[in-house]
């Protein structure tokens, strides 16, 4: 599992114009999911993404009561090294990255996190203003 997990002041998503998740202050997280991700990587992402020290005063988003705006994106498995077109093997197919994001999702709510997501699989446009900026990337 891969997050590109980055700090910003507000964020939303919108799918065919309509506005599916917006949040003020927190964190964006792209996800992505490949083929043998499960309930160990789930976790681990979990807490990197409610623990990581990377809002200001080296407090984490749980710490300020921020808020997690979470998209699923296929994309950061993309694999380019050979030739113009990437190819998405690695990234595993919608019937099995969806739960796996939605486990994601879940993990922040239980760890007492305001969450707001994209739409899974849709052609979303993502608005976000980073913080810094401020960009890490996570690999379980």
Known sequence: MRAVVQRVTSAR???????????GPGLVVLVGV????????VGFIVRKI?????MREEQSVTDIGGQVLVVSQFTLYGESR???RPTWNAAAPGPVAEPIVDQVVAG????????????????MAVDLT???????????
């Open 82 to 84: 050979k030739g113009r």
């Open 34 to 41: 490949t083929h043998d991700d499960g309930p160990e990587q």
């Open 13 to 23: 998503v919108r799918v065919e114009g309509e506005v599916v998740g917006e949040i």
């Open 130 to 140: 980073n913080d810094g900026p401020v960009t890490i990337l996570l690999e379980a």
């Open 50 to 54: 409610a623990d990581l020290r990377i």
């Open 108 to 123: 922040l709510r239980a760890r007492g996190l305001t969450v707001a997501t994209g739409r899974f699989g849709a052609d």
